[in-house]
């Protein structure tokens, strides 16, 4: 004889049948939640703004290091198509001037500032690449040595330009690191006239 109930195919399909339910509400549940943007098409619509390029996460203790190190990989080709959307797909006059910002940190503004500044300075311009994140200072750690005289000490008219001024170790560009003082509470951007700085060092660098 053969029980009659539960039947072991009923089961199993019913089982089946709340498995699909719980994953699909876990899916809709993450999606309701999830408030990161997931595609290039999905940035474009809740910017408004085109997206000029997009940079793989790699594995690397230094991944700036790739555009120099390994210039053919994935990376470097997507840091050549950022510098290429920057200085060569634009309208208007090529920008001397290029300034990198995000919402949040750990988004990969040292990384990819880094790399495109190296990649430009391989390339045969005179590049400088210049550290303002006055409270991570990530940039400057990539020199691989503490310096006394950097950006605050430059704006505030207590060192010489070429005080300031130091090779990057991988490549031909040159950064104005930030030393390791403290700045305190002062808002070191807004009570100075950075313009005059801007403009003198554009006679020094492309």
Same mark, same amino acid.
């Given at each position: 004889l053969s029980p009659t109930w539960p039947s072991w195919l009923l089961a199993l399909a019913a089982a089946a049948a709340l498995a699909a339910i719980a994953s699909a509400a876990a899916i809709g549940l993450r999606e309701f939640f999830e408030r990161g943007v997931r595609s290039v098409q999905e940035a474009e619509v809740t910017t408004g703004l085109p997206v000029i390029a997009t940079i793989p996460r790699i594995a690397q203790a230094d991944p700036a290091a790739y555009v120099v190190k390994r210039p053919l990989s !994935?990376? #470097?080709? #997507?840091i050549r198509n950022l510098r290429t959307s920057i200085f060569v797909t634009g309208n208007g006059p090529v920008p001397r001037i290029v300034a990198m910002m995000s919402a949040m940190p750990q988004e990969g503004k040292t990384i990819t500032t880094l790399a495109l500044g190296r990649q430009c300075a391989e390339s045969g311009a005179r590049v400088l690449i210049i550290d303002a994140d006055?409270? @991570?200072?990530? +940039?400057?750690?990539? %020199? $691989? *040595?503490?310096? *006394?005289q950097g &950006?605050?000490? &430059?704006?505030? $008219?207590? /060192?010489? +330009?070429?005080?300031c001024l130091h090779s990057d170790p991988l490549s031909a560009a040159t950064i104005l690191p930030l030393s390791g003082a403290e700045t305190g509470s002062k808002d070191l951007?807004? /009570?100075? !006239? &950075? #313009?005059? %700085?801007?403009?003198? &060092? @554009?006679?020094?660098? !492309?």
């Open positions: !994935d990376f #470097a080709e #997507a006055l409270r @991570r200072r990530s +940039l400057s750690a990539h %020199l $691989g *040595r503490s310096v *006394r &950006l605050v000490e &430059l704006v505030e $008219g207590q /060192a010489l +330009l070429e005080n951007f807004f /009570a100075h !006239d &950075l #313009a005059r %700085l801007f403009e003198r &060092l @554009r006679h020094h660098f !492309d």
